[in-house]
């Protein structure tokens, strides 16, 4: 996962993170609250990120950053409230490792 700065634009180009299950128009149109579209993003991250430690390393990390918006590689773009509430979300994110348990190593009965 690859992401980019532009300190001119201040867009983070975010790769997969911050991407949503949307399509069409529906991606151009940027976001700019988060509570309503988490549900287009959620189900992707738990799957697909590694870890609430490597997220909340990320956040700590892009929090230095004056963004005016992040561009994920799919779905829409977020901009205004939206930015900082991703971050906060993604920073509390329990994913990836985080949801295996021993049910998911047991032998089929």
Do not use: T
Not at 13 to 38: Q, T, W
Not at 47 to 69: E, F, H
Not at 71 to 83: D, E, F, K, S
């Amino acid at each position: 996962n690859f992401q980019f700065y532009d300190p001119v634009s201040k867009i983070l180009f975010s790769g997969d993170l911050g991407a949503s299950l949307i399509g069409g128009e529906a991606a151009k149109k940027p976001v700019s609250s988060l509570a309503g579209h988490v549900p287009r993003m959620e189900g992707f991250h738990r799957r697909y990120m590694v870890s609430n430690k490597v997220m909340r390393l990320w956040a700590q990390m892009v929090r230095k950053l004056p963004i005016d918006m992040i561009v994920p590689q799919h779905g829409a773009p977020m901009q205004g409230a939206a930015v900082q509430e991703f971050i906060a979300w993604a920073e509390s994110l329990p994913c990836g490792v985080d949801l295996m348990s021993e049910r998911d190593y047991a032998v089929p009965a």
